[in-house]
């Protein structure tokens, strides 16, 4: 998976302030728990990177961030470093928790981020423990919102699909070998097996190659190099 080229994953970024939530949705969205969880403010420094499959977008990559909030010298350094963020994400989430009701930082943050042209999609967190009237935070922003709880996974699958919905249309087109070939042409794929491949199974981009040829309405056919010979003879 850590094959797939930078430019052909989604990176979306978290915002937000501290203890918010971030690395808790992070878990939520992929079901795994890499991102670093603690109830200690500011327990996230650099931004942590993690590459996923996200159905049915495809290859994306989460970004976690600091605490946007952060305060004293370490705190400008991760200002500092999730602004460097910014400039590489594609989507964002901007979450927010239920006792919040100042949005002026988020308001900043969030001028950043249209001044990059980049998609937000806000989200309030933690709605198990308040339920949240969305009024009030929607007329103060002009981007999608939805609320969720990380914790108990409510609304989790809903902002998958947000996710998908507001991809920049790029990421839509963005094709491996689409572009190269003609409708109903016939495209030998040569993939070799060879120590390097893992066991059993196809790496990613080649699988992605054979899709795209199939969205493309045109013909594919699988060998290996070694075999490559015997297929051109049978054409
Ligand atoms: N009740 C509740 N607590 C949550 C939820 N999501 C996160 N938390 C808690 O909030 C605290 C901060 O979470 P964390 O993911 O580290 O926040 P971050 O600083 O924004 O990355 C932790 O104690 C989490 O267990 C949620 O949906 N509901
Ligand atoms: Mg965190």
């Known amino acids: 998976m850590n094959d797939t080229p930078r430019a052909n994953r ?16 992070i878990n939520a969205i992929t079901g795994q728990e890499t991102a670093l969880v603690s109830e200690h403010p500011g327990t996230t420094t650099d931004p942590v990177y993690k590459a996923m499959e996200l159905l ?11 605490g946007l909030d952060d305060i004293g010298d370490l705190g400008k350094l991760r200002i500092k470093k999730t602004l460097e963020v910014m400039d590489k994400t594609d989507l964002a989430l901007m979450i927010f928790s239920p006792g919040n009701t100042d949005f002026t930082l988020e308001q900043s943050w969030c001028q950043e981020l249209t001044a990059r042209k ?14 949240v009237d969305m ?19 409510t609304n989790i699958g809903k ?17 491996l070998v689409g572009d190269v070939i003609n409708p109903k042409s016939l495209v030998v794929l040569v993939t070799p097996q060879d120590i ?24 594919a056919l699988v060998t290996k190099d070694t075999e490559l010979r015997d297929l051109l003879n049978c054409l």
């Not at 980049?118 to 339920?131: A, F, H, S, Y």
């Not at 996710?163 to 087109?173: G, K, R, T, W, Y």
């Not at 491949?197 to 013909?219: E, G």
């Open 10 to 25: 989604l990176h979306i970024g978290l915002f937000g302030r501290r203890n918010t939530g971030k690395s808790s949705m």
């Open 56 to 66: 049915p977008i495809g290859p994306v990559v989460f970004i976690d961030t600091a």
């Open 118 to 131: 980049t998609p937000i999609i806000g989200v309030v967190n933690k709605i198990d423990e308040e339920d």
């Open 135 to 153: 009024g009030d935070i929607e007329k103060e922003f002009d981007f999608p919102f939805i609320k969720v709880s990380a914790k108990a996974r």
């Open 159 to 175: 902002l998958k699909e947000m996710i998908h919905l507001n991809a920049p249309m790029d990421f839509e087109l963005s094709t």
């Open 196 to 219: 390097q491949a893992p066991k059993n199974r196809l790496i990613l981009p080649q699988v992605q190659s054979i899709r795209d040829i199939l969205d493309h309405n045109s013909l």
